[in-house]
């Protein structure tokens, strides 16, 4: 019977560590009643997705966190709803393609980046046509180009 008991009380307390483990969808509210946040939440960290509200009520900005750490596509949005730039999040740093835009949700420019720094090429746009293309070392502009033939001559094999 004693080692019943012992059983019941190991399934009991395994039980009560797993659920200490589970997410729980959670909101913040701004004073005004508005939603200020709201995702999934582990004990003691933001996992999956989550939205950020502006006081206004639309989005500011939404993506998924991984043991509190922003990890994925991340959206970013201006007071009025209108993209301001969107990319890839690893560890809480911007990496890989980020895409910004101007008030009119056109794009300006696309930048490559690497442990939250630009590293590649940066394009340029303009009324929605690309004029221009930079090089990115470690933050730092290591290459300019004014028409995209020049680009595309001395870069074959940039993955644009």
């Known amino acids: 019977m004693n080692q019943h008991y012992l059983v019941f009380l190991f ?14 969808y959670h909101y913040d509210y701004y004073n005004n009643g508005l939603t200020k946040t709201q995702g999934w939440k582990s004990t003691t960290s933001k996992e999956g997705f989550w939205y950020f509200y502006h006081p206004n ?43 910004i835009y101007d008030i009119a949700s056109r794009i300006t420019r696309k930048h490559q980046y690497k442990n939250n720094k630009k590293e590649g090429f940066c394009l340029l746009y303009k009324n929605n046509k690309l004029f221009k293309a930079e090089q990115y070392i470690k933050d730092k502009k290591t290459g300019e180009w004014t028409d995209i033939f020049s680009f595309k001559r001395d870069n074959p094999n940039a993955s644009l």
Not at 14 to 24: D, R, W, Y
Not at 66 to 77: L, S, T
């Open 57 to 99: 009520g639309k989005v500011s900005h939404k993506g998924s966190y991984k043991d509190n750490k922003k990890e994925g596509y991340w959206y970013f949005y201006s007071t009025n709803g209108k993209i301001l730039k969107e990319g890839h999040f690893i560890n809480d740093k911007a990496e890989k393609w980020w895409i």
């Open 11 to 24: 399934l009991f307390l395994l039980t009560g560590n797993i659920s200490i483990a589970q997410k729980k």
